[in-house]
């Protein structure tokens, strides 16, 4: 059974950081489903090992990412965006940008692009994910994203940013009703976390 820590604002374990043995511990204790090929796992720490400027968006093949699963505090809903450059919903998350501590970067990104106040993150980091991106006027590459379970607060009220053309709650049966419709990963991801918040939390 995974055991999850919903962290408060200032815990230690959100501080920056910049040394990769804090992105590496945050993989290697990921708390993966059986349904997630250990693959991409490897894949990241692969990476991680071959590439000094993982971390940094400027890095090539790919980069580091954090990405939130935002869900309401009843474990019934997930807030996904419609992502403005690649036109496709996802969760929030973004380019660890220099931080390589994963979980710090996929809070901050959820309250970047959900503009929600009171966010909490826990930890272990519950996906992981390797997957290739193609913005415009930027070449193919590979974003290594690591993925956590993030609890929204009662009565929470989203604002999009200008990365996304909309935000959106759905419980798990909606996501069928999405146009453009969402890939296997986000599926994946959206079943993993809403099975596992429910357990933890709601």
């Known amino acids: 059974m ?23 511990g945050l993989l290697v204790g990921a708390a ?26 400027s890095c090539l093949p790919g980069h580091l990412t954090g990405s939130a699963l935002v869900v309401d505090p009843e474990a019934a809903r997930t807030l996904l965006m419609l ?9 929030p998350g973004g380019h660890a940008d ?5 979980a710090a970067v996929a809070l901050r990104e ?18 992981v994910d390797v997957h290739e991106v193609a913005p415009p006027g930027e070449e193919r590459h590979l974003h290594l994203d690591t993925r956590f379970l993030v609890v929204a607060p009662p009565g ?14 759905l419980t798990e049966a909606e996501l069928d009703g999405l146009d453009p419709p969402v ?6 991801l959206v ?3 809403l099975q596992l918040a429910r357990t933890a939390f709601a």
């Open 110 to 127: 959820a309250q970047e692009e959900t503009g929600i106040d009171g966010l909490r993150v826990a930890l272990p980091a519950i996906d």
């Open 32 to 57: 993966l489903d059986t349904a997630v090929p250990v693959g991409h796992r490897d894949e990241v720490l692969r990476l991680i090992d071959a590439h000094r400027d993982v971390a940094h968006r």
């Open 83 to 91: 992502h403005r450059k690649l036109g496709r919903w996802f969760q």
């Open 183 to 188: 890939d296997e990963s986000t599926r994946r």
């Open 156 to 169: 929470a009220r989203e604002q999009a940013n200008e990365e996304s053309l909309a935000l959106r709650w």
């Open 2 to 24: 995974t055991t999850l820590e919903l962290l408060d604002p200032g815990d230690a374990r959100l501080a920056p950081a910049t040394g990769l043995d804090v992105a590496t």
């Open 191 to 193: 079943h993993r976390g």
């Open 98 to 102: 220099g931080d390589t501590n994963l």
